[in-house]
């Protein structure tokens, strides 16, 4: 396992956007894959958006594509969620997930705390 830290979660308006960032630490070599996830009150959890490590492949849920940029830096161990025309639905609380196993966009077993997304109208 990772651990991972979240930040950049905070209040906006309807249309503005958030950049929240992800720092890992504590293993010798990088994970895998990693993602953000959203979990809002009452609904389960979401996966948004895959990035793998070694190449920086990305995947998108159809409600982030269009919207939200994942990407990572390798220096720093980071890796990043960009949100624009955010909207009130992308309410939530995000999270950081990593798969320090192999490279399925799965089976994530190192998790960051979460942070708050609140998008008003």
């Known amino acids: 396992q990772v651990q991972l830290v979240e930040f950049g979660g905070g209040l906006v308006q309807a249309g503005g956007s958030l950049r929240l960032s992800c720092e890992a630490s504590g293993r010798t070599h990088n994970p895998y894959t990693m993602a953000w996830a959203r979990q809002a009150p009452g609904k389960e959890r979401e996966f948004v958006a895959h990035i793998r490590w070694s190449g920086g492949s990305t995947y998108y849920a159809d409600s982030a594509k269009g919207r939200f940029t994942i990407s990572r830096d390798i220096a720093k161990n980071t890796v990043y969620l960009q949100m624009n025309s955010l909207k009130p639905e992308d309410t939530a609380v995000y999270y950081c997930?990593?798969?320090?196993?192999?490279?399925?966009?799965?089976?994530?077993?190192?998790w960051g705390q979460g942070t708050q997304v609140t998008v008003s109208s």
């Open positions: 997930a990593a798969n320090t196993r192999t490279i399925q966009l799965r089976d994530y077993d190192s």
